[in-house]
């Protein structure tokens, strides 16, 4: 077999995407919860600037691992374009946009902790707070929240993403099993759901961990077991051809 059949085959596609999905999933939840909500204290600048100052390898390592996730997202966007074109071209190909739109989002809110470590380059670990440090703590959270907020605009494009690829899932005709596809579904309303509340609920903390819930339920169930099917039951999607 060539090589040129080998990248031509479905199940090629479908292994990259699983592949990609599963290692996007690893580094997200590292980056996300040993990271940034292991170092980042909500309302207290300070104690945040010095959790990084303390733990700045962990900081760094944590960015290269989202640097990581956006490279994955561009080649599953490709690879699911790809597998999803025999259901609707021009939808597979809206989803795929809507994804990279995400990505590049998602990229300029990055570029906010790139800027993290440079500002407290001077900072004291621990040190007697001054007014100017006070003012740099400030400043780092700021820093911060634009990454958040950017990250869940972002999130709503994502959140599109998902009901499209959901849909030509589930108008597949057993393509990909349409289970798959209603968490999808249920996955890009949690997603959309919980951005929108972030901007719209001035006291959206007190209901923190039920959105929390709304995405993380679908959303893992959803993307890991599209992740698992490709990687183990991809050959079927060879079928489809």
Do not use: C
Not at 82 to 101: D, E, G, H, S, T
Not at 159 to 183: A, D, E, M, N, T
Not at 203 to 209: G, Q
């Amino acid at each position: 077999m060539t090589n040129r059949s080998i990248e031509a085959s479905p199940l090629f596609y479908a292994r990259v995407a699983g592949f990609g999905l599963l290692l996007m999933a690893i580094f997200a939840m590292f980056s996300n919860f040993s990271v940034l909500e292991g170092l980042i204290i909500p309302d207290d600048a300070a104690a945040t600037a010095n959790n990084i100052i303390a733990n700045e390898l962990l900081f760094r390592s944590g960015f290269i691992s989202f640097v990581i996730v956006l490279i994955l997202d561009v080649l599953v966007a490709w690879a699911l374009y790809v597998l999803l074109k025999p259901v609707n071209k021009n939808l597979a190909m809206l989803a795929a946009w809507f994804r990279l739109v995400y990505t590049a989002i998602f990229g300029v809110a990055l570029s906010n902790l790139l800027n993290v470590l440079p500002l407290l380059s001077g900072a004291n670990y621990f040190a007697v707070f001054t007014t100017d440090q006070l003012k740099l703590y400030a400043q780092v959270m700021l820093l911060v929240d634009a990454f958040n907020n950017g990250w869940l605009i972002g999130m709503v494009f994502f959140g599109v993403h998902l009901l499209v690829v959901g849909y030509l899932i589930i108008k597949s005709g057993g393509y990909i099993p349409r289970i798959i596809g209603i968490f999808l579904i249920l996955a890009s309303a949690g997603y959309v759901i919980d951005s929108l509340a972030h901007f719209l609920l001035s006291n959206y903390a007190d209901y923190k961990t039920i959105f929390q819930l709304i995405v993380a339920v679908p959303g893992v169930i959803g993307e890991l077991s599209l992740a698992f099917w490709l990687l183990i039951k991809g050959v079927k999607v060879q079928q489809r051809q």
